[in-house]
């Protein structure tokens, strides 16, 4: 099982609309990670979060820490918004788990 | 800034051969990182280090080598290459001093680079 549990696998969203993808982690970590990867296959990350909440733009970013869940939602969702979506955490120490990514489509 | 680079881009290897994938980031970042990503898996990591001259391994280690011996540069060496290795590698680096003011482990990825071993 992997400590990193993304949902769902893929996604297909019409533009405007408001999405949300989720992920669970089933070990005590410092920070979680929002990442996002192009159709190109670049890697940007997009958030990192202890505790709380960050919005930076149409994209909004939550932890719960006592259920060890994390959201990434995007609101008025819009074709460039297309691409695979990562959380990972990271352990104490330096160690990085990921997800295997939420493939999201928006369609015009 | 050119942020994280890798080279080469694209590499066919043998069963066997050797080779070593660059990785340079000119940010001053003191952690940096190897990561493989194979289909329909998540990234893993392969090694990190903390600084010049300290490396240790990650998730999956076993076939490939590393070395830091400048703050700006961290190649992988691949020896004996055998198809399990095949794959798209990610370099990354960050700032990433645990604790310290202005703490981010915020992660800057290289563009990858795409083996194949036949």
């Given amino acids: 099982k992997n400590e990193v549990e993304q949902s769902p696998q893929n996604l297909t969203a019409q533009e405007g609309e408001f999405i949300t993808i989720n992920c ?7 920070a979680l990670h929002w990442l996002q990867q192009h159709p190109g296959g670049g890697i940007v990350s997009l958030f990192m979060l202890s505790s709380g909440k960050k919005k930076h733009g149409r994209l909004i970013a939550t932890i719960n820490i006592q259920e060890k869940h994390s959201s990434l939602h995007i609101t008025a969702s819009h074709p460039r918004d297309s691409a695979v979506y990562i959380c990972a955490v990271r352990r104490t120490g330096n160690q990085f788990y990921f997800g295997t990514g939420t493939s999201l489509t928006v369609i015009p | 800034n050119a942020g994280v680079t890798q080279t080469p881009k694209f590499r066919i290897l043998k069963i066997g051969q050797s080779m070593t994938l ?32 300290i490396t240790d391994k990650g998730e999956v280690p076993n076939g490939y080598n590393v070395s830091r011996s400048t703050t700006e540069d961290f190649p992988l060496r691949l020896e004996l290459a055998a198809p399990s290795q095949t794959s798209v590698y990610f370099c990354a680096s960050s700032y990433g001093l645990a604790g310290g003011p202005g703490f981010t482990d915020t992660q800057y990825f290289g563009p990858g680079t795409r083996l194949t071993v036949l």
Avoid: E, F, T
């Fill in chain 2, 22 to 53: 660059q990785c340079a980031q000119d940010m001053n970042h003191n952690y940096m990182y190897w990561y493989r990503q194979d289909p329909g898996m998540g990234l893993k990591l392969i090694y990190y280090s903390v600084g010049a001259g």
């Fill in chain 1, 24 to 30: 669970s982690y089933s070990v005590g970590i410092s």
